[in-house]
């Protein structure tokens, strides 16, 4: 794929340099999703790395259970501009993470916009 699909809003150390806070933005073009599509997106969500609820966009735990257990966490909701992902993750599980979600975005041929905004 030619394009930049995604936007890293950051990835910040948090407490240790191998934890890091990440917020990201995919582009997809989820509004365009066929029946088809929109269920190879979900398979695509519940293949990843670290599943933890194959009825939620949860990885590693979620936002509520992080306070109380090892703080790490992925989630993602589907937002106007795309799929929003944020959490806390060591460095190395999120670029796992991040290199499957887009391989297989790519792989599938799901629709994606530019990160050009304008």
């Given at each position: 794929m030619n394009t930049?699909?995604?936007?890293?809003?950051?990835?910040?150390?948090?407490?240790?340099d191998s934890v890091i806070e990440i917020e990201y933005i995919?582009?997809?073009?989820?509004d365009s999703?066929?029946?088809s599509q929109?269920?190879?997106f979900e398979s695509i969500l519940n293949s990843l790395p670290g599943n933890s609820d194959p009825n939620f966009a949860y990885w590693y735990g979620?936002?509520?259970?992080?306070?109380?257990?090892?703080?790490?966490?992925?989630?993602?909701?589907?937002e106007p501009v795309g799929f929003h992902v944020f959490?806390?993750?060591?460095?190395?599980?999120?670029?796992?993470?991040?290199?499957?979600?887009v391989d297989?975005?790519?792989r599938c041929g799901l629709p994606?916009?530019?990160?050009?905004?304008?």
């Open positions: 930049t699909w995604f936007y890293n809003y950051g990835e910040e150390p948090y407490h240790c995919y582009r997809i073009h989820y999703l066929d029946e929109m269920t190879l979620n936002e509520e259970e992080a306070g109380s257990q090892s703080g790490i966490y992925l989630c993602g909701s589907v959490g806390r993750l060591d460095r190395s599980v999120w670029q796992n993470w991040h290199e499957a979600f297989a975005i790519e994606v916009r530019s990160t050009d905004f304008g």
